[in-house]
């Protein structure tokens, strides 16, 4: 279904009983909301699943002049969830999905009653992948194998990157793309992710694969200074433990939301 707000077309995802306790999925960037289908099916026993794709993602719309500031996202994503009657959910960020669930909940405490985040960076200084410059035209020729290559770091080392994921990858408008990573980075460098989750005093389950080529594993102890924080490293997966092994990560999941 399509939700408009502000004059952007959301695109938006329920599945799961409708009086279930509501569990929001937020994707990372260069992703959509399919980027969930595989852990779907394991939530919706016990969960109302909400996913959307961010404005100028997936099949959200992207209007000219558009701000992609973090803030204005989180706002967005606030508002389409107004219009759905949604009032308390646990918010489930995937890397910069985490970002972007922080902010929901920085903004709308009575909202978020709970936060998850996974393979989401603390802030700048752990991030280690190395950034290729993209162009559209040289983008669009790449072979399947190529974007592979390209997006390999977004896995644990030797995973065999689907051809679904592969396809998500070809359809990025890499403009959009530059001004969702530029906004991420600004709103890290501002402070924190635990700096700002710290105050808000809800339940935090970081879960990260010890394998992550794009964030400093390492960097998943920083959580530890939030009140209430749970920290779960996963021996053998990446940077998208959701994609890469369903199971486990649902399973972490659900025993947090259990609470």
Same mark, same amino acid.
């Given at each position: 279904?399509?939700?408009?707000?502000?004059?952007?077309?959301?695109?938006?995802?329920?599945?799961?009983?409708?009086?279930?306790?509501?569990?929001?999925?937020?994707?990372?960037?260069?992703?959509?909301?399919?980027?969930?289908?595989?852990?779907?099916?394991?939530?919706?026993?016990?969960?109302?699943?909400?996913?959307?794709?961010?404005?100028?993602?997936?099949?959200?719309?992207?209007?000219?002049?558009?701000?992609?500031?973090?803030?204005?996202?989180?706002?967005?994503?606030?508002?389409?969830?107004?219009?759905?009657?949604?009032?308390?959910?646990?918010?489930?960020?995937?890397?910069?999905?985490?970002? /972007?669930?922080?902010?929901?909940?920085?903004?709308?405490?009575?909202?978020?009653?709970?936060?998850?985040?996974?393979?989401?960076?603390?802030?700048?200084?752990?991030?280690?992948?190395?950034?290729?410059?993209?162009?559209?035209?040289?983008?669009?020729?790449?072979?399947?194998?190529?974007?592979?290559?390209?997006?390999?770091?977004? /896995?644990?080392?030797?995973?065999?990157?689907?051809?679904?994921?592969?396809?998500?990858?070809?359809?990025?408008?890499?403009?959009?793309?530059?001004?969702?990573?530029?906004?991420?980075?600004?709103?890290?460098?501002?402070?924190?992710?635990?700096?700002?989750?710290?105050?808000?005093?809800?339940?935090?389950?970081?879960? /990260?694969?010890?394998?992550?080529?794009?964030?400093?594993?390492?960097?998943?102890?920083?959580?530890?200074?939030?009140?209430?924080?749970?920290?779960?490293?996963?021996?053998?997966?990446?940077?998208?433990?959701?994609?890469?092994?369903?199971?486990?990560?649902?399973?972490?999941?659900?025993?947090?939301?259990? /609470?």
């Amino acid at each position: 279904m399509t939700v408009s707000r502000d004059d952007i077309d959301i695109h938006v995802r329920q599945d799961g009983p409708g009086d279930a306790p509501a569990l929001l999925l937020i994707h990372g960037t260069a992703m959509s909301g399919r980027s969930w289908d595989p852990m779907v099916p394991l939530l919706t026993g016990s969960h109302h699943v909400i996913r959307l794709d961010l404005p100028g993602c997936g099949q959200s719309a992207a209007p000219d002049g558009a701000s992609y500031a973090v803030p204005d996202q989180a706002r967005r994503v606030g508002a389409a969830l107004d219009r759905l009657d949604v009032e308390h959910l646990t918010a489930v960020g995937h890397s910069s999905g985490g970002v /972007f669930a922080t902010a929901l909940a920085e903004q709308r405490p009575d909202l978020v009653t709970a936060l998850a985040l996974i393979n989401t960076g603390p802030g700048m200084a752990a991030y280690i992948a190395t950034d290729a410059p993209l162009q559209a035209a040289s983008w669009a020729e790449l072979t399947d194998d190529q974007i592979r290559h390209a997006i390999s770091d977004g /896995f644990r080392p030797g995973y065999e990157i689907p051809s679904w994921i592969v396809d998500q990858a070809r359809d990025v408008d890499l403009a959009v793309f530059g001004a969702i990573s530029e906004a991420i980075r600004a709103y890290l460098n501002e402070r924190t992710l635990p700096a700002r989750l710290a105050p808000l005093g809800k339940p935090l389950l970081v879960l /990260f694969g010890d394998e992550d080529r794009r964030w400093r594993p390492s960097s998943a102890s920083d959580y530890l200074a939030v009140p209430d924080a749970s920290v779960e490293m996963l021996p053998g997966a990446g940077h998208s433990p959701n994609i890469e092994d369903p199971p486990r990560t649902a399973t972490s999941l659900l025993a947090f939301t259990a /609470f």
